[in-house]
Nanobody
């Protein structure tokens, strides 16, 4: 049973920072891309950032220059460092990973940015 568990969400003022973590556990043979998505109330889930097993990254235009995605393959963990947060970054953030050639999602962690 593969599981993704996120942590690090919370309430922060505009301009502040948060660091999200997502740990994959279970019977893992292979992890390819890992990424972060977010869903704000009344909106569709959208890609925030993704990182391949080789370390290549891709970001949504709205977070470029403010967010950084990293991974620690030894720990099966992906991180999202979020700086200069804005109220429009408020959403539930979900971790996604391709593990054993299947897509898995975490349960989500709430990020709220107050103005």
């Amino acid at each position: 049973q593969v599981q993704l568990v996120e942590s690090g969400g919370g309430l922060v003022q505009a301009g502040g920072s948060l660091r999200l973590s997502c740990v994959a556990s279970g019977s893992i043979f292979s992890i390819n891309a890992m990424g972060w998505y977010r869903q704000a109330p009344g909106k569709q889930r959208e890609l925030v950032a993704v990182i391949t097993s080789g370390g290549s990254t891709n970001y949504a235009d709205s977070v470029k220059g403010r967010f950084t995605i990293e991974r620690d393959n030894a720990k099966n963990t992906v991180y999202l460092q979020m700086n200069s947060l804005k109220p429009e970054d408020t959403a539930v953030y979900y971790c996604n990973a391709e593990i054993n050639w299947r897509s898995f999602w975490g349960q989500g962690t709430q990020v709220t940015v107050s103005s």
